[in-house]
């Protein structure tokens, strides 16, 4: 059964502490694996999308990495307003359709 | 990125009446939009496939009696809470994907839409 689990459910950082999100999925024939960012009563935002293993990508204070079970969320020196929900998807085959993970709640202190 | 909008963002109704919500791609064309359900601190579920110009398709266990979707054009798509109860109340998301290589495309979310059944 293709599956996609987000580890750890909850992190809570110091401002500035560096960590890794991860995402590890069990599908075949990945199309593609999406991060995004969701704040509390608002809808999913698109971060990354990764098609290779190897591929890596930056943005601001995240860079994504993938390789061919799992892929990580690396952020740098968090802020606070780096604290939200960040979901994992996954495009798998030739389905159309994208399975999401649980997400990882991250909450930065000051 | 691309916008999807999502409307109305919040819905208060009486238990037993229907609600429709819209969801519009409004810079680019989708011939594929998703309907998404999500349960406080939990993940998407996904409800439906909706495609332009034909029947939507639904996940297991998602009733397609009561979840009406209609997909009338390439920016527009609408979900159908038919006899709502209190038990529908969630927050739905839509979402749509831009042209990819081999239907790669990003997804682009709505902002949600909170639905409360009395």
């Known amino acids: 059964e293709d599956q996609v689990t987000q580890s750890p459910e909850a992190l809570r950082l110091q401002e500035g502490e560096s960590s890794s999100l991860n995402c590890s999925y069990t599908v075949s024939g990945l199309r593609g694996l999406f991060w995004y960012r969701q704040d509390p009563g608002k809808g999913p935002e698109f971060l990354f999308t990764?098609?290779?293993a190897g591929e890596e990508k930056e943005k601001e204070r995240l860079k994504a990495t993938l390789t061919k079970k799992e892929s990580f969320l690396h952020i740098t020196a968090p802020k606070p307003e780096d604290s939200a929900t960040y979901l994992c998807a996954v495009q798998y085959s030739s389905a159309s359709k994208i399975i999401f993970g649980s997400g990882t709640r991250l909450s930065i202190r000051p | 990125g691309a916008v999807v909008s999502q409307h109305p963002s919040r819905v208060i109704c009486k238990s037993g009446t229907s609600v429709k919500i819209e969801c519009r791609s409004l810079d680019f064309q989708a011939t594929t939009m998703f309907w998404y359900r999500q349960f406080p601190k939990k993940s998407l579920m996904l409800m439906a496939t909706?495609?332009?110009?034909?029947?939507?398709?639904?996940e297991q266990g998602v009733e397609k009696d009561k979840f009406l979707i209609n997909h009338a054009s390439l920016t527009l798509s609408t979900l159908t809470v038919t006899s709502a109860h209190p038990e529908d109340s969630s927050f739905y998301i839509c979402?749509?994907?831009?042209?990819?290589?081999?239907?790669?495309?990003?997804?682009?979310f709505g902002e949600g839409s909170r639905l409360t059944v009395l």
């Open positions: 990764l098609y290779s």
């Open positions: 909706s495609n332009e110009g034909s029947k939507a398709t639904y």
């Open positions: 979402s749509a994907r831009t042209s990819g290589q081999g239907n790669t495309g990003e997804l682009f």
